[in-house]
C-alpha cells in the first residue's frame, strides 16, 4: 500500500498492469460499445484470465458511471468486490452489493458522479416486485455485465429480468459459453476468445523466452480415455446392443445404498481403485489415478447413485482415502470441500450436479468423468476443475479420465472446432489442442496416442461429419428481413426430415425490416388479439428458423457431389454451377450469395465446409 501510495498516490494493495490479452479485449470492447457496432458483447475466456479486471476496465474505459453486476453464482461476489476495492484503478468507485438492502432498505444508488457498481444475484433481482427492488427499474444503467452466463442466465426469469431493465451496454461473461456460440446470438466481432489454446501457447512462450511468471503454475490437461472393463460387462446387460449402454443406466440406484448392477459396478471400482483383474494391463486407470491424492467424480443426475457410489468407495477403501459425498443434504459448501481435504492426505469428492462450475479446488489433481453428457458447455466447465492453480503443492498437470472415449473425441473436436479462429482451419486448433492436452487411449491392445485423424476417422464412422451445418451460430437472426424471408418461404419442410434443434433461439430476436406477414398492431388493439399475433409471429419465426438450417444443412451434400473442388464458401461462388446446387440445396446460387452477404456468417460456414472435407478424406 505504502509504495502504490508514493507511486499512485493511492493507497491500494494492487496496481498490476493488465496483461496483453486483457488489453486487447478491452480494446475491442470499448470500439464495439463506443462506435455503435453493437450494444452487447461476449467475453468467451478460461478461467484465470482475469474476466473480473477486464469487465471493470471496460466500464472505466467507455466512462461507466452506473454499472451492474448481475450472476446466478452470487459466491462470487468476494472476487469482484475484492478487485475493485484494492486495485488502484478504480480508486474512488464504489461497491454495493443486494445482500445490503431489504424492504426497509431498498436499492438506492448513490448521486455522486464516481462510479457506483451494483452487484445482484439473479436469485434476488428477478423477485422485482418486492419492495426491495421498487426503485430499479428508475434507473438508467450505462453498462451491465452477467457474470457466468452459461449458468442460469437463459432461463426465462433470467432474460425478463434483463428486458426490464434499463441499459446501454451488455457484456456476457463466461469460461465456456459454447451454447451462446452454437445459438448464434453472438457474431464472432461481437465475441472476445481466451482459451485455453491460447492460454497454454503464452506458456509455453512465456517458458521459453522467460518474460513473466503470470502463466507458469497455470496447469496443462493430461487426457486418459478407458473401457469399462470386460468382466464388469460380463455381469450386466446393459452393455448388449438390445439394452444400449448409458450411464444412467449402470450407475443406477433404487435405495442409495447399492446399485441396481451391483455386481458391474463393484468390478468396476476394482478397475478403478486398481485391484488385479486379468484385462487390466493396459486399461488400468490406476496407474494414473493412484499417484494422485485428490479427485473429483462426476457421475450421472441421481443422488442416490452418488451415495451408492460414496458407500462402494468406502468398503473398498477401507478408510484410506477420506470419501466426500457432495450430493443432496450431504456436503453443500466448496468451503466444507476445502476444510476436508485440507485435514486429510487422500479425498475423492463424488457429485452429480454440484461443484462442477465455477469451484475452485487447487488440490483436485484429476476429474473422473462417469456421467453421459454431450453437451460441450457442461463437459468442460466439469474437466476444467481439474485445472485449479496449486503452487504450493508444484501441481503441473490436471488428469481428466472419461470411460466414454467417443464421447471425449466428440467434445474435444467441438471445443477446438468453436475456438478456430476467424480465417482459420479447424483441424489445425485440433491439433494445437491435442498439443496442449494430450490424449492417450487405453485398451486390451495397449496404450495409443489420439491425433487428428483419429479423431476424424471417429467421428466419419459415428455419422457427425456434417453436424456443423445444424448450428444455428451459421447465420445471424437479427439480419432477418422481409428479402431473406421469401428465400426460404418457398422452402417446402421435409416431413420425414429430422431438422435438430440444438438450442432455444434465446431471445434472438428477428431484423427490424422482417414483417412476418403482419400489419403494425394498432394501440387500440385488444390484448387477446396482441397475443394472439405475438404466437402466430413466433410461430412464423420458427418454421423459417427450420426452413434455413434445413436448407444450410445440404451444403455438405453439394460439397460432397463436388468435391475435392469446394473447400470454402467462395469455391462454390467460383464453381458457379446454379443448376447443381439449386436441385442439391433448394435455393438458386444468386439467393445464396444475397445470404452470404450478411446473413449467413461465412466464415463459420467456411469452417464448417473445411472440417466436413477431412473427416470425408478419412
Known amino acids: 500500500k505504502a509504495i502504490n501510495e508514493y507511486r499512485y498516490g493511492v493507497a491500494r494493495s494492487m496496481s498490476y498492469a493488465m496483461r496483453d490479452e486483457q488489453a486487447e479485449a478491452v480494446a475491442k470492447f470499448k470500439n464495439i460499445f463506443t462506435n455503435g457496432i453493437s450494444n452487447q458483447a461476449l467475453l468467451d475466456a478460461i478461467m484465470r484470465m482475469g474476466k473480473t479486471h477486464v469487465s471493470y476496465q471496460v466500464a472505466k474505459a467507455i466512462g461507466a458511471k452506473r454499472i451492474l453486476i448481475i450472476t446466478s453464482k452470487p459466491s462470487v461476489s468476494s472476487s469482484w468486490r475484492d478487485d475493485l476495492n484494492n486495485h488502484v484503478a478504480f480508486d474512488g468507485w464504489q461497491f454495493l452489493y443486494n445482500k445490503d438492502f431489504d424492504k426497509n432498505n431498498p436499492v438506492i444508488l448513490p448521486s455522486s458522479n464516481d462510479p457506483v457498481v451494483l452487484f445482484v444475484s439473479f436469485q434476488d433481482i428477478i423477485h422485482m416486485q418486492k419492495a426491495k427492488w421498487k426503485f430499479i427499474k428508475k434507473y438508467h444503467f450505462d453498462f451491465v455485465v452477467v457474470d457466468e452466463m452459461h449458468y442460469g442466465s437463459d432461463t426465462d426469469k433470467a432474460q425478463k429480468t434483463l428486458n426490464a431493465l434499463n441499459y446501454t451496454n451488455i457484456l456476457y461473461v463466461s469460461g465456456t459459453p459454447l451454447k451462446a456460440k452454437l445459438s448464434g446470438r453472438f457474431t464472432e466481432d461481437e465475441t472476445f476468445t481466451w482459451s485455453y489454446i491460447d492460454e497454454q501457447e503464452k506458456k509455453r512462450k512465456e517458458a521459453l523466452h522467460g518474460l513473466t511468471q503470470a502463466y507458469r503454475w497455470l496447469p496443462e490437461l493430461k ?86 457410489m460414496c458407500a462402494l468407495l468406502e468398503k473398498k477403501l ?12 450431504n456436503i453443500t459448501s466448496i468451503d466444507d470441500v476445502n476444510l476436508l481435504i485440507a485435514s486429510n492426505e487422500r479425498t475423492i469428492t463424488v457429485s452429480c450436479a454440484r461443484f462442477n462450475t465455477g469451484s475452485s479446488v487447487p ?84 496404450v495409443v496416442a489420439v491425433d487428428v485423424e483419429k479423431i476424424f476417422k471417429s467421428l466419419a464412422q459415428s455419422s457427425n461429419s456434417s453436424n456443423k451445418f445444424n448450428s444455428n451460430s451459421l447465420f445471424n437472426m ?92 467462395n469455391d462454390i461462388f467460383a464453381k458457379d454451377d446454379d443448376y447443381a446446387f439449386t ?12 445470404l452470404c452477404d450478411n446473413f449467413i456468417e461465412v466464415d463459420r460456414l467456411d469452417r464448417a465446409i473445411m472440417e466436413y472435407n477431412q473427416i470425408i478424406k478419412m
Open 223 to 308: 487426457v486418459h480415455l478407458f473401457n469399462i472393463c470386460e468382466e464388469a460387462k460380463k455381469v450386466t446387460s446393459v452393455f448388449s446392443d438390445e439394452e444400449g449402454y448409458t450411464a444412467l443406466k449402470m450407475y443406477r440406484s433404487d435405495d442409495g445404498k447399492t446399485f441396481a448392477e451391483e455386481a458391474c459396478v463393484s468390478i468396476f471400482v476394482d478397475q478403478l481403485i486398481g485391484k488385479h483383474l486379468p484385462s487390466l494391463r493396459n486399461n488400468n486407470p490406476n496407474k494414473i489415478l493412484g499417484a494422485l491424492k485428490h479427485i473429483f467424480i462426476y457421475m450421472p443426475p441421481s443422488t442416490k447413485s452418488v451415495d451408492a
Open 318 to 329: 477401507k478408510g484410506r482415502v477420506k470419501i466426500i459425498n457432495a450430493s443432496g443434504d
Open 363 to 446: 488440490e483436485w489433481n484429476a476429474v473422473v468423468m462417469l456421467d453421459d453428457t454431450h453437451a460441450p458447455e457442461t463437459y468442460w466447465q466439469t474437466v476444467f476443475r481439474c485445472k485449479t492453480p496449486n503452487e504450493k503443492d508444484a501441481k503441473e498437470y490436471g488428469y481428466v479420465i472419461d470411460f466414454n472415449p467417443q464421447r471425449y473425441l466428440e467434445m474435444a473436436n467441438d471445443y477446438a472446432y468453436y475456438n478456430t479462429p476467424k480465417g482459420g482451419k479447424p483441424s489445425e486448433t485440433l491439433r494445437k489442442f491435442l498439443d496442449f492436452a494430450p490424449v492417450m487411449e487405453h485398451d486390451d491392445n495397449g
Open 478 to 569: 437479427r439480419n432477418l428481413n422481409d428479402n431473406i424471408a421469401a428465400i426460404f418461404n418457398k422452402v417446402s419442410l421435409e416431413k420425414t426430415a429430422k431438422v435438430e434443434v440444438e438450442i432455444s433461439d434465446n431471445g434472438i430476436q428477428p431484423g427490424k425490416n422482417f414483417a412476418s406477414g403482419e400489419k403494425e398492431e394498432k394501440e387500440t388493439e385488444e390484448k387477446e388479439d396482441n397475443v394472439v399475433n405475438d404466437t402466430e409471429r413466433k410461430e412464423t419465426l420458427e418454421m423459417l428458423r427450420q426452413k434455413i438450417r434445413q436448407t444450410i444443412n445440404q451444403i455438405p451434400k453439394y460439397v460432397f457431389v463436388e468435391s475435392p473442388d469446394i473447400e470454402c464458401a
Open 583 to 594: 436441385k442439391i440445396v433448394g435455393i438458386s446460387l444468386d439467393e445464396f450469395k444475397m
